[in-house]
Nanobody, 130 residues
Framework: QVQLVESGGGSVQAGGSLRLSCAASDSWVGRYYYMAWFRQVPGKEREGVASLYIRGGATVYADSVKGRFTISRDNAANTLYLQMNALKPEDTAMYYC??????????????????????WGQGTQVTVSS
C-alpha cells in the first residue's frame, strides 16, 4: 500500500503563492491511475481541488481554483505537486493528497469525488490571511 506524504503548507498573505508536494513511497506507474488534491475545513465536507490522470496527464480543476492552481507530477520522483497562486482567505484548509487505483473514472466530476480515491496522505495545513 502506498504511503503519501504531503509538505509545503504554511501561512501566507492573500495574493501570495505556495507549492504543495506529495511524495509517494513507491512508484505509482501501473498501480495508480489518478492522483488528486483535496481540501477540508472543520465542519465541512472534503472537496476535490484538482485531479490528474497519471498516464495521459489530463487534469480537472474545481471552478473555485481554475486559473490559479496547477496540478503536476514528476513520475521519476513519484511526486505530485500543487502550485497555488493568487491565494485567497477562502483557500484556507487542510490539503490532502490522494491516489486512485481505478483504471478509469468515468466523468470529470467523479475525478473530484472523495469516493474515487483509495489512498490518502495525512494532510498539510494552508492558511491564507487577508
Amino acid at each position: 500500500q502506498v504511503q503519501l506524504v504531503e509538505s509545503g503548507g504554511g501561512s501566507v498573505q492573500a495574493g501570495g503563492s505556495l507549492r504543495l508536494s506529495c511524495a509517494a513511497s513507491d512508484s505509482w506507474v501501473g498501480r495508480y491511475y489518478y492522483m488528486a488534491w483535496f481540501r477540508q475545513v472543520p465542519g465541512k465536507e472534503r472537496e476535490g481541488v484538482a485531479s490528474l490522470y497519471i498516464r495521459g496527464g489530463a487534469t480537472v480543476y474545481a471552478d473555485s481554483v481554475k486559473g490559479r492552481f496547477t496540478i503536476s507530477r514528476d513520475n521519476a520522483a513519484n511526486t505530485l505537486y500543487l502550485q497555488m497562486n493568487a491565494l485567497k482567505p477562502e483557500d484556507t484548509a487542510m490539503y490532502y493528497c490522494a491516489a486512485s487505483a481505478h483504471r478509469s473514472i468515468l466523468t470529470p466530476t467523479l475525478e473530484l469525488e472523495r469516493e474515487s480515491y483509495n489512498f490518502w496522505g495525512q494532510g498539510t495545513q494552508v492558511t491564507v490571511s487577508s
